[in-house]
């Protein structure tokens, strides 16, 4: 499996931005689509984003279109999720997540909060 670090979530104030990042620890992760999940208090972990494996597709869910890019660094083996003009209803745990031949790999979570 794939290991992720993640870091980057925090308390911002409604309209803000904030940028979430997602390491791996694995040679491989240039062939792996990566995606961005989100868990928000008492709901069911949702899909955010996505970006292939050379970052030639990308695809969001509705919410977010417009106000998330996500983006990635092969050569750091680092995915990145930009994400600007910030709603309290994007408060949520973040995880980056990847399939391979071995199982699901998922990150740790980032939390964040967007609150005034």
């Known amino acids: 499996q794939v290991q992720f670090v993640q870091s980057g979530g925090g308390l911002v104030q409604p309209g803000g931005s904030l940028t979430l990042s997602c390491a791996a620890d694995?040679?491989?992760?240039?062939?792996?689509?990566i995606k961005w999940y989100r868990q928000a208090p008492g709901k069911g972990r949702e899909f955010v984003a996505l970006i292939t494996p050379h970052g030639n597709v990308t695809d969001y869910t509705d919410s977010v279109k417009g106000r998330f890019t996500i983006s990635r660094d092969n050569t750091k083996n680092t995915v990145y999720l930009q994400m600007n003009s910030l709603k309290p209803e994007d408060t949520a745990v973040y995880y980056c997540y990847t399939y391979t031949t071995q199982g699901h790999s998922w990150g740790q979570g980032t939390q964040v909060t967007v609150s005034s």
């Open positions: 694995r040679f491989t992760f240039i062939t792996q689509t």
